[in-house]
């Protein structure tokens, strides 16, 4: 296992979060979970994800690469078709850290699906990235919660996402590995308050938050977010986001910048990462490429996050 895990969070109730911002309290002194008096320098490790690299060659090739150019790690989708022994293999040359997986089954078999058979198969799906989490070294599976459309309501998505997730705990804390939820465009958990919440409602150090920079930018400000997730923030997803883009080219288009040229203020993140005392995991989640693509990713990533 990666002994850098992330601090275990402090809990607090969400209903102690609202009475002290309605008695007028400062939001960072007290929805900042962990936050401290003094903040302290921001110590990051890189990454990519594993699919980013359009490399040709072995998993070893690929991972030797990435070691090359200055990455500290890699995440890998799960389940996958990846021969898992030459993926430990090419971990153990390189000494390329493999900090965790990213349950690539959430889009296709959402946890909040209304048919219970889905369900179930969407429960397996991150069974099996917890386990393939264990065996590769790492510490957090990316989770997708829920996804709201027409045929499954607010209120459906977050009570049998939470049902889901509440299954799976006994066995990632068995596992040692926490699951880790993202801010996606999935019209779900909008606000960070209840982002704060929905994490503490499970009362367990096997759920936390994987916070995506330039995901929230679309509908709010990632410094809100940093300081209002605190120590629930377990790792980053970094790209970036232009809302100048958006606005005038279309709503995917925001996302056609590359990181350090949208609106996510660098600086502002990384002042409030500091502020809640932030050290940790920092995974690029743009479009990947060969050696030049992922060298010219590395440096923009040297830019900002300093």
């Not at 911002?21 to 900042?32: H, I, K, Y």
């Not at 209002?228 to 790792?235: A, W």
């Not at 440096?299 to 900002?304: E, L, P, Q």
Request: glycine letters at 10%; one cysteine or more; charged letters at 25%.
């Amino acid at each position: 296992m990666d002994r850098d895990a992330p601090k275990p969070i402090d809990r607090r109730t969400f209903h102690a979060m609202t009475l002290a911002a309605a008695a007028g309290a400062a939001l960072p002194g007290l929805l900042a979970a962990g936050a401290e008096p003094n903040a302290r320098p921001v110590a990051l490790r890189h990454a990519v994800k594993y699919e980013m690299v359009a490399y040709d060659g072995s998993v070893l090739d690929k991972f030797r690469l990435l070691k090359r150019l200055g990455y500290d790690g890699v995440e890998i989708a799960s389940p996958n078709e990846l021969d898992q022994q030459e993926v430990i293999d090419a971990r153990d040359e390189t000494g390329l850290k493999i900090h965790g997986t990213v349950c690539s089954t959430h889009w296709r078999l959402p946890l909040s699906h209304p048919d219970g058979n889905v369900r179930r198969q969407a429960i397996a799906g991150v069974e099996r990235a917890l386990h393939d989490c264990v065996a590769y070294g790492g510490n957090t599976v990316l989770v997708v919660p829920a996804v709201v459309n027409a045929e499954v309501s607010y209120a459906d998505a977050y009570e049998r996402s939470q049902g889901a997730i509440r299954r799976l705990i006994p066995l990632a804390e068995q596992l040692g590995v926490r699951m880790a939820i993202e801010n996606v465009w999935n019209h779900f958990l909008l606000s960070p308050l209840e982002a704060a919440r929905y994490v503490d409602e499970f009362e367990s150090d096997a759920v936390g938050w994987y916070f995506d920079i330039g995901n929230i930018v679309n509908y709010g400000w990632p410094t809100h977010w940093i300081r209002t997730l605190g120590d629930r923030i377990l790792k980053l997803d970094i790209k970036d986001f232009s809302r100048k883009k958006r606005d005038e080219e279309g709503l995917w288009r925001g996302f056609a910048v590359e990181i350090g040229e949208g609106d996510s203020d660098w600086p502002g993140v990384m002042k409030a990462l500091a502020e809640i005392g932030y050290s940790g995991w920092a995974t690029a989640e743009v479009r990947g490429g060969g050696e030049d693509r992922l060298q010219e990713i590395k440096r923009r990533m040297d830019s900002v996050l300093r």
